[in-house]
């Protein structure tokens, strides 16, 4: 049981009911997809004010079927999947409303983020040297694959997709599947001698640049030539970017299903199963049956625990707090005894801004607008600390001249009123957050952008820390913003802004202490800011490993 009050602002109450009824179901917004919970209590002191949360509580839609929930009402979808998966004798997700008069307060906080310190985060380093072992990062424009081999890194893979834009899960799927194989192949390849013709297959497959179809071609051969009639993997850690509990994906309201969600033509729920039961699908490529899986911001944490675990740096044994900044702003908390709490933690959609009334108007897959583009909500991280918010401050804070140089390399178009970075025939929001950080450090006007987004990453931390106390006062960032060091920098100014009481590590190769991250670090093509939650994906499989022993 977690109790918490309801406080609206004076400045708020003097506001049109509207507005007060925003600012409520926000508050509780916030906490459900932080914390998560299996019901909802909300106690009254007076008849107004209880007729207040009635109409507040009609905006999260309970009794409305799961296809039909718009807005606020998206959190209770996620909320009844996790309770199917964890407590599914508790039944659905409920919010009651109980009458007013003495209210039985519960200020304090029951749900503790404060552990004792166990050897976890140094011990999934060990015993990796007789395995084989996968790590994915499952990104929102690419996968991030490495396999380790006796301890060592062996083979990186970087696979480009969209699968927000993926209509059927078999796209989503199938890519992952083929990845996994296609590092199973490699390591058939250690043990015996190949063709020529399969070496070069390989080859090709394993380039960033390389497509499906020239995967598929390289495991065809590999098939034919007998290579992958058993598994050569003995375990695969990966993270996806979705809730994640107890290894099993049951959120489903996340940008990379939209597609799935709009697609009319198939059941949603039916389509989401298999991408809930995605573990058993991996199992049998592997020769344990150990998969380990994780939302990508408790990846993240966990990583860089680990890593300074083995620096002998003492910060773990308080817990570990991290960030993944990209497409979108993804949020993983390790516990000091090496734990992941079963919590939503999507930060993503913590409801900053109940204001934004100008751009309420706007088609969420504008790049000016400030609504979510999963659940039309206005004010939450994913447009204002994320890609898609560098896009956005871009547009507000540039210059000119700086806009129109995006304009004519095609970055930005404008179609129909609605303002975009083009996604076909060729995805570039990658290139154009890699062309905006180069011109940071040239141009105060893009430096800006990255400023306001560092503002903002603090502002989560704040909102975070109301909710649930974690103490902890570092965030650990991780993905494409930090790989330049200039725009690192920019965020930590931005942060600093707003409070100096919080402090933000960039991993890169200066966190590099483990045997894998260091040959990740030692890698000339790809970084530690890149694939460095695909190295703590390998420590989570070793941890599964370590558990089944």
Not at 117 to 141: H, K, N, Q, Y
């Given at each position: 049981?977690?109790?918490?009050?309801?406080?609206?602002?004076?400045?708020?109450?003097?506001?049109?009911?509207?507005?007060?009824?925003?600012?409520?179901?926000?508050?509780?917004?916030?906490?459900?997809?932080?914390?998560?919970?299996?019901?909802?209590?909300?106690?009254?002191?007076?008849?107004?004010?209880?007729?207040?949360?009635?109409?507040?509580?009609?905006?999260?839609?309970?009794?409305?079927?799961?296809?039909?929930?718009?807005?606020?009402?998206?959190?209770?979808?996620?909320?009844?999947?996790?309770?199917?998966?964890?407590?599914?004798?508790?039944?659905?997700?409920?919010?009651?409303?109980?009458?007013?008069?003495?209210?039985?307060?519960?200020?304090?906080?029951?749900?503790?983020?404060?552990?004792?310190?166990?050897?976890?985060?140094?011990?999934?380093?060990?015993?990796?040297?007789?395995?084989?072992?996968?790590?994915?990062?499952?990104?929102?424009?690419?996968?991030?694959?490495?396999?380790?081999?006796?301890?060592?890194?062996?083979?990186?893979?970087?696979?480009?997709?969209?699968?927000?834009?993926?209509?059927?899960?078999?796209?989503?799927?199938?890519?992952?599947?083929?990845?996994?194989?296609?590092?199973?192949?490699?390591?058939?390849?250690?043990?015996?001698?190949?063709?020529?013709?399969?070496?070069?297959?390989?080859?090709?497959?394993?380039?960033?640049?390389?497509?499906?179809?020239?995967?598929?071609?390289?495991?065809?051969?590999?098939?034919?030539?007998?290579?992958?009639?058993?598994?050569?993997?003995?375990?695969?850690?990966?993270?996806?970017?979705?809730?994640?509990?107890?290894?099993?994906?049951v959120g489903g309201e996340v940008p990379k299903t939209r597609a799935m969600r709009l697609n009319t033509g198939r059941d949603f729920e039916e389509q989401f199963e298999q991408l809930t039961t995605l573990n058993a699908r991996l199992e049998t490529l592997t020769r344990t049956g150990v998969v380990m899986n994780t939302n990508d911001g408790p990846m993240a944490a966990f990583t860089a625990a680990v890593e300074l675990a083995a620096a002998g740096d003492t910060t773990a044994q308080q817990g570990v707090f991290a960030h993944t900044l990209g497409t979108d702003l993804g949020s993983g908390l390790a516990l000091a005894d090496g734990t992941i709490p079963e919590i939503p933690l999507e930060l993503y959609n913590l409801i900053l801004d109940v204001g934004s009334d100008g751009d309420r108007a706007l088609d969420p897959a504008d790049l000016r607008s400030i609504a979510n583009t999963n659940t039309g909500l206005s004010g939450t991280p994913q447009k204002i600390a994320s890609q898609a918010a560098a896009f956005r401050f871009f547009d507000r804070l540039a210059s000119a001249?700086?806009?129109?140089?995006?304009?004519?390399?095609?970055?930005?178009?404008?179609?129909?009123?609605?303002?975009?970075?083009?996604?076909?025939?060729?995805?570039?929001?990658?290139?154009?957050?890699?062309?905006?950080?180069?011109?940071?450090?040239?141009?105060?006007?893009?430096?800006?952008?990255?400023?306001?987004?560092?503002?903002?990453?603090?502002?989560?931390?704040?909102?975070?820390?109301?909710?649930?106390?974690?103490?902890?006062?570092?965030?650990?960032?991780?993905?494409?913003?930090?790989?330049?060091?200039?725009?690192?920098?920019?965020?930590?100014?931005?942060?600093?802004?707003?409070?100096?009481?919080?402090?933000?590590?960039?991993?890169?190769?200066?966190?590099?202490?483990?045997?894998?991250?260091?040959?990740?670090?030692?890698?000339?093509?790809?970084?530690?800011?890149?694939?460095?939650?695909?190295?703590?994906?390998?420590?989570?499989?070793?941890?599964?490993?370590?558990?089944?022993?």
């Amino acid at each position: 049981t977690h109790g918490f009050d309801l406080v609206v602002p004076r400045g708020v109450i003097d506001h049109p009911r509207e507005l007060t009824k925003r600012y409520l179901a926000a508050e509780i917004y916030n906490r459900l997809a932080s914390l998560g919970g299996t019901r909802l209590h909300l106690h009254a002191t007076d008849q107004s004010t209880l007729d207040l949360l009635a109409e507040v509580i009609e905006l999260f839609q309970i009794g409305r079927s799961r296809e039909s929930r718009t807005g606020y009402g998206r959190i209770v979808n996620m909320l009844d999947r996790m309770l199917t998966a964890l407590h599914p004798e508790s039944g659905p997700f409920s919010i009651e409303l109980l009458s007013s008069g003495v209210v039985d307060q519960q200020s304090e906080h029951p749900v503790s983020f404060r552990t004792k310190p166990t050897e976890v985060f140094a011990r999934v380093t060990t015993g990796l040297d007789d395995l084989s072992v996968c790590g994915m990062d499952i990104g929102g424009t690419d996968i991030k694959a490495i396999l380790a081999v006796d301890g060592r890194i062996v083979a990186l893979k970087e696979y480009d997709w969209n699968p927000g834009a993926y209509a059927e899960v078999e796209k989503i799927i199938d890519p992952m599947i083929g990845v996994v194989r296609l590092m199973s192949l490699v390591r058939e390849l250690m043990t015996r001698s190949g063709s020529e013709q399969l070496a070069a297959a390989v080859e090709l497959a394993l380039r960033p640049e390389s497509s499906m179809e020239e995967i598929e071609a390289a495991l065809r051969l590999g098939e034919e030539s007998g290579y992958l009639n058993e598994p050569a993997i003995d375990a695969i850690g990966l993270c996806f970017p979705d809730v994640v509990v107890r290894n099993r994906i049951v959120g489903g309201e996340v940008p990379k299903t939209r597609a799935m969600r709009l697609n009319t033509g198939r059941d949603f729920e039916e389509q989401f199963e298999q991408l809930t039961t995605l573990n058993a699908r991996l199992e049998t490529l592997t020769r344990t049956g150990v998969v380990m899986n994780t939302n990508d911001g408790p990846m993240a944490a966990f990583t860089a625990a680990v890593e300074l675990a083995a620096a002998g740096d003492t910060t773990a044994q308080q817990g570990v707090f991290a960030h993944t900044l990209g497409t979108d702003l993804g949020s993983g908390l390790a516990l000091a005894d090496g734990t992941i709490p079963e919590i939503p933690l999507e930060l993503y959609n913590l409801i900053l801004d109940v204001g934004s009334d100008g751009d309420r108007a706007l088609d969420p897959a504008d790049l000016r607008s400030i609504a979510n583009t999963n659940t039309g909500l206005s004010g939450t991280p994913q447009k204002i600390a994320s890609q898609a918010a560098a896009f956005r401050f871009f547009d507000r804070l540039a210059s000119a001249e700086m806009r129109q140089a995006a304009a004519d390399a095609g970055y930005v178009r404008e179609t129909n009123g609605v303002r975009a970075v083009p996604e076909e025939p060729k995805d570039l929001r990658k290139p154009f957050l890699a062309w905006l950080m180069e011109r940071a450090s040239e141009d105060e006007s893009v430096a800006d952008v990255f400023r306001a987004i560092g503002e903002v990453v603090a502002i989560v931390s704040e909102e975070t820390e109301r909710i649930m106390d974690t103490g902890l006062t570092r965030r650990y960032l991780f993905g494409r913003f930090v790989k330049v060091s200039r725009a690192f920098e920019l965020l930590s100014e931005g942060a600093s802004k707003r409070t100096s009481g919080l402090q933000l590590v960039a991993v890169n190769e200066d966190v590099a202490h483990t045997k894998l991250m260091k040959d990740l670090a030692a890698n000339e093509e790809y970084t530690v800011a890149q694939f460095g939650q695909a190295v703590g994906a390998i420590y989570l499989a070793n941890l599964g490993l370590q558990q089944r022993r």
